[in-house]
């Protein structure tokens, strides 16, 4: 069935460092990639997103990379700020369909 | 521009009650999407509603329906309520329907069953 697997589930890195969150789906009909950043008590807030006739997308400090053909896609995030302390979040998701499906999560700390 | 809202905040009921929870979508926004967050397990899709109709369904029991009135607007209904539903719930709207459409989530309703 449809399942996307998320990696690692916790990070914790100096401020200033780079993130990388990695997420592999299962289903090869899945067109559509965002990322999501959850705070405390607070809905998931989109943060990036790629479609799958595009290889890498960059906005400032985040890019997301796709790769079709293994079916992975991978979140960087450069020079960390205490205020990128948040669960990451990864989905995918076909045309037609309505449904994203999410990875488990990553809980990402960035240590000031 | 308002983002999505949800009411309630939060929500108390007892096992075998009906909970109702309320969502607003973006202006123009005419799809409403429905996703539980329990503890351990994740993000969940429930449902869509797109122009009034369901259109497509998660991996939930019927005792969990909804409808999106004219406005846009949508309820989601919880009925015969089991512990194991105490979750966020959480909706989103976007601007089109369909997978690939980007989803704006709301703050979510914590739902608690006692």
């Known amino acids: 069935g449809e399942n996307v697997e998320q990696h690692p589930s916790t990070l914790s890195v100096q401020e200033g460092d780079s993130a990388v969150i990695k997420c592999t789906y299962s289903d090869s009909a899945s067109n559509y990639f965002p990322w999501y950043k959850q705070e405390l008590g607070k809905g998931p807030q989109l943060i990036i997103d790629?479609?799958?006739?595009?290889g890498e997308k960059k906005d400032q400090r985040i890019a997301v990379t796709l790769n079709k053909t293994a079916k992975h896609f991978s979140l960087h995030i450069t020079e960390t700020q205490p205020e990128d302390s948040a669960v990451y979040f990864c989905?995918?998701?076909?045309?037609?369909?309505?449904?994203?499906?999410f990875g488990q999560g990553t809980t990402l700390q960035v240590k000031p | 521009e308002a983002g999505v809202t949800q009411s309630p905040t939060h929500l108390i009921k007892t096992r075998g009650q009906q909970a109702t929870l309320r969502c607003s979508p973006i202006s123009g926004h005419t799809s409403v999407y429905w996703y539980q967050q329990a503890l351990g397990l994740g993000l969940q899709f429930l449902l869509w509603?797109?122009?009034?109709?369901?259109?497509n369904r998660g991996n939930f029991p019927p005792r969990f329906s909804g409808r999106q009135f004219p406005n846009y607007s949508s309820e989601l209904n919880v009925n015969a309520l089991e512990l194991e539903d105490s979750a966020l719930y959480l909706c989103a709207s976007s601007l089109l329907g369909g997978g690939t459409d980007t989803q704006y989530f709301g703050p979510g309703t914590r739902l608690t069953v006692l």
């Open positions: 790629i479609r799958s006739n595009v």
């Open positions: 509603y797109d122009e009034g109709e369901e259109r």
């Open positions: 989905a995918a998701s076909t045309s037609n369909t309505g449904k994203l499906i």
